[in-house]
């Protein structure tokens, strides 16, 4: 069974430009979770999708945004980029089981220059 | 609100060791607990997870025991390997919320 996918695997981009993230969740897993690990910091919330909607955002400016397509793969959007968006983007896929666990794609390194 | 809180690293210790990281958590109701594990450059992988009071999770010589008097899910391991080196995450899921609530994370470094 193929895992949590996302692409791209390195992303380098300039103040101001706008960045993409792509994830596919396991085959039959509905929800799609973003998270942002800065360096030497945890895990922060970003955002949740299930069934194409977004359910739940973590503190995180508007100019963060995402979507979830029919697929249920989905997409994230960092748009006027700053250098302090330089981190860890990871997504993760669960079922639509409340307390299920959660299952990681290996991230996507972003660098603001 | 729900919350994990987690022993501060980073944790280094000789190989071959006990290990102990401490977890404990803060939520209503019977959550699911989970121990994560993130190796350098990588994503997070499932460890082991408990769902109910008493329940133990173990995988690859790693335990944690669901103890609901103490609120905590301490991870523990006999004897560590110089692999076993990586970033060590508790986290919790309760059936009302939505979302997974993790720990900040603990560094654990093995000496040969």
């Known amino acids: 069974e193929a895992g949590v996918t996302q692409s791209p695997t390195h992303l380098i981009k300039t103040r101001g430009q706008q960045a993409t993230l792509r994830c596919s969740p396991i085959?039959?897993?509905?929800?799609v979770y973003w998270y942002q690990q800065a360096l030497g910091l945890g895990l922060q919330f970003l955002l949740w999708?299930?069934?194409?909607?977004?359910?739940n955002r973590g503190n995180f400016p508007p100019r963060f945004s995402g979507r979830q397509f029919p697929n249920y793969s989905s997409e994230l959007n960092v748009n006027a980029l700053e250098l302090e968006d330089s981190a860890l983007y990871l997504c993760?896929?669960?079922?639509?089981?409340?307390?299920?666990?959660?299952?990681f794609g290996p991230g996507t390194r972003l660098t603001v220059t | 609100g729900n919350s994990v809180t987690q022993m501060e690293g980073p944790v280094t210790l000789s190989e071959e060791a006990f290990l102990t990281i401490n977890c404990t958590y803060t939520a209503t109701g019977y959550p699911s607990l989970f121990w994560y594990v993130q190796y350098p450059g990588e994503g997070l992988q499932l460890l082991l997870k408990?769902?109910?009071?008493?329940d133990k999770g173990s995988n690859k010589g790693f335990e944690a025991t669901y103890r609901k008097e103490t609120t905590s899910f301490h991870l523990e391991k006999g004897s560590v390997q110089v692999s076993d080196s990586a970033v060590y995450f508790c986290a919790l899921s309760s059936y009302s919320a939505s979302k997974i609530i993790f720990g900040s994370g603990t560094r654990l470094s093995i000496r040969p």
């Open positions: 408990a769902t109910k009071a008493d």
């Open positions: 085959s039959g897993h509905t929800s």
């Open positions: 999708y299930d069934e194409g909607e977004e359910r």
């Open positions: 993760a896929s669960s079922s639509r089981d409340r307390g299920a666990e959660q299952y």
